[in-house]
């Protein structure tokens, strides 16, 4: 499975693809031209013929498809350096104001882990109001935005030792404040905890731990979104204009890209470009299938302690728990509109995260989303989230 993702995370492998269904249904085509009896040619070149035209039809999107992600790239080059991790590109953009001094306990690094499997461009919007303050970073994971395809398969802890290879190529040492969103929050944590000497702070929107995913309806919900996610790649490198995640994601996904785009407008069109690109799909469907699997909670283990006497925020729904249960429910129920059964799992999942944050920490601050706002906090509050990590970086400064 993995040698199919990585042969189809590369753009032409569509048109490959294409060929190798144009070429039999000519030659079915061309072979019932030369049979004998009527019905044997005409079901033949019928079939053949059909097999040949939508051959060539695919050959004619994916080659379109191929070629629009080159002109992207050729567009829109990086804008950070790229640097050599076992034989693969990682980008990375690091900025800071001018009269910054690099180095120093005082002086932390921020580094920003959008959700999903995204690009670090994901996080402009963070990125460009820290940079004017202390040095910022936004990089992007193998097979997604300026950074190459593969190796496969992804998985969390193969993106930790990455991303340690990757700063410490550049130069990038430390101390670093790791702020995660989502599923991004979760290589950052990992991050933390295996390499705890380079952390000076850790901030986590909305995420957790390998924990997290106990429950099995959410490991399972990856697990299908990871699938959707499959075929929508599969659709991409044949250049055909359909998304099932698009589909099952309705009137919200159209509300939640709309609120993206208005956050991110600066780097809009450069996102929208490079998501073009078939590895964006197969790496974020290659990181899910992880969910669940001995693996994922084997290397995800919390480890107490690793962060003692080093902040660490942890934003979520009810982050501080400080309420009833009952309440709690009632709370949850209006949130996610869940049933009875998927709010009480919600409830438990948000407790044992909250355990297995505080554990890592003697520092643990636990605080709740602003009300009315989703799990896309970051885009819809940003301000609540700029203020939260400057909090931070004052209590690394003044450490």
Known sequence: ?????AFLSWDWAGLVLS??????????????????????????????????????????????HAVSVEMAFAKYPAPGKLVDVNGYNMHLLAEEPDNYRAGGKNHPTLLWIPGGHSSGYNFYNMH?????????????RLSTGWSDRGPYPRTSYREVEELHQMLTKAGETGPLILVGHSYGGLLAALYAMHHPEQIAGLVLLDSGLAVNWENPVAAN????????????????????????????????????????????????PEISALNRAAMNAFGTASIFTEVGTPEFFERGAMQAGVLN??????ITFLGSLDLSFQQARDEVR?????????????????????????????????????AGASHNFPYETPDFVVDHVRQVIDLVKNQ
Request: avoid cysteine.
């Open 221 to 268: 919900f990856m697990l299908q979104y990871s699938k959707a996610l499959f075929y929508d790649g599969l659709l991409q490198a044949f250049g055909i204009p359909l998304s099932l995640q698009a589909r099952a994601g309705g009137d919200m996904l159209k509300e939640l890209l709309a609120i993206y785009e208005s956050q991110l407008k600066d780097v809009w």
């Open 1 to 5: 499975m993995n040698t199919i993702y």
């Open 309 to 314: 006497g080093k902040p660490l925020t942890y």
């Open 128 to 140: 460009k109001v820290f940079r004017n303050e202390t040095r910022s970073i936004i990089f992007d």
């Open 334 to 370: 209006a949130i996610t509109g869940l049933d009875a059964a998927g709010v009480d799992g919600q409830i438990k999942g948000l407790m044992r995260n909250r355990r297995a944050m505080s554990a890592l920490s003697d520092q643990f601050h636990p605080v709740s989303v602003p």
């Open 19 to 64: 060929v190798a269904i144009a070429v039999p249904g000519w030659l079915i085509w061309r072979q019932g031209r030369l049979a004998i009896g009527v019905w044997k040619k005409r079901l033949q070149t019928v079939i053949g013929g059909f097999i040949a035209v939508l051959g060539g039809a695919l050959i004619i999107s994916s080659g379109i």
